[in-house]
């Protein structure tokens, strides 16, 4: 079963506003499995020589003039090791896996396109991918980084993975009032995309967990600016044959809303260490404020969802309305690694 590996890294930057950094993957969530043993390894799919994926590096701005903000300058890391690039291909270390993506004409955002198989660099197991950029407004300048996840594990029985994909060329994004987006649910075996005996049904997080989607049995689900504020989340379950084979989640954003939900985390860089000696807890206390401005746009109380990659709920007061929500280092035992945290106002 695939699970959605986008780590979203949320910062309140008292000086310049609020930022919210995501990586995006039009593709779906990207993973490598390998067949054989690490010592002789017969064969990787999906094959990124082939299929030369990008992750986009989305960044919005609570201000109205901004909406999507444009980096200064980019930075990017492979397990925690700088890549260093020279005419836009990667170098050193990591000679010819990896190249560059900038802005140009519709295609809004910096990235980092693969291209070629990192299982093997990776040492057979999980990749991370580390975007920093450096954002202005003014004279004032500061960083912003997000992180993504590419699972790399041996494969197994039918290796049957599900992810959702961009249905379109807007990478999970409404940038326009009145705008849409399309997610598109594809599955695979071994590699393959299959494409006979499938149904779908689609889900949305909504203020209290997951909904069904009335209706939403196509392999495609349109996401009209009218249906999320600000940010919203969808999970797909495809069958095949009758049998459940996988799912994923996806997220979608929405710049152009006039409303923002100002996370206010402390400590600010949400970080939970495992170590018992090391920062144990974060603290949510949000406030919904008008884009633009850190002025209270609303006065209400919020939904706080915790989950697992998985979508699994991790905490059973979530239809309960509260002004602030504390993550924990239990939750992130419970969850095995990352938290995601789903802030929903009630008004």
């Known amino acids: 079963m695939s ?63 901004e909406g999507v903000a ?37 295609q809004l955002y910096y990235g980092l396109q693969i291209v070629k198989n990192i299982a093997a660099l990776a040492g057979y197991a999980p990749a991370v991918i580390k975007m920093v950029a450096t954002v202005s407004y003014g004279t004032q300048s500061d960083t912003i980084q997000a992180s993504y996840t590419i699972p790399i594990q041996q494969a197994t029985g039918s290796s049957y993975r599900v992810t959702i994909a961009a249905g379109d060329t807007k990478n999970f994004v409404i940038n326009t009032k009145g705008g849409s987006c399309i997610l598109k649910a594809m599955a695979y075996q071994s590699g393959n995309a299959l494409s006979k005996d499938l149904t779908y049904v689609w889900e949305k997080m909504g203020a209290t967990g997951w909904e069904t989607i009335t209706g939403a049995t196509a392999q495609t689900l349109t996401i009209r600016a009218d249906d999320i504020n600000t940010y919203g989340e969808y999970r797909v379950h495809v069958s095949r044959a009758g049998a459940e084979i996988g799912s994923d989640i996806q997220s979608v954003m929405d710049t152009s809303d006039p409303y923002d939900i100002d996370p206010h985390p402390s400590p600010e860089d949400e970080a939970i260490t495992e170590d018992t000696t090391g920062n144990g807890q974060v603290t949510y206390t949000p406030v919904v404020v008008t884009r633009g401005t850190s002025t209270k746009a609303l006065d209400t109380q919020f939904y706080f969802v915790l989950k697992d990659a998985a979508g699994v709920y991790l905490n059973s007061d979530r239809t309960t309305p509260k002004s602030s929500q504390t993550v924990t280092r239990a939750h992130c035992v419970q969850a095995g690694g990352d938290v995601s945290v789903t802030i929903t106002s009630v008004l």
């Open 70 to 106: 444009n980096p200064d300058g980019m930075e990017y890391y492979f397990n925690g090791t700088k890549i260093t690039f020279s005419g836009g291909v990667s170098t050193g270390t990591f000679a010819g896996y990896f190249k560059t993506v900038a802005p140009s004409g519709d």
């Open 3 to 65: 699970v959605a590996s986008t780590s979203r890294t949320i910062k309140f930057i008292s000086k310049a506003g609020t930022y919210t950094a995501a990586i995006m993957s039009p593709s779906g969530d990207l993973y490598q499995d390998y067949e054989g043993t690490t010592n002789d390894v017969t064969a990787i799919y999906p094959n990124f020589e082939t299929l030369k994926p990008i992750l986009y590096f989305v960044c919005t701005s609570s201000r109205v003039a």
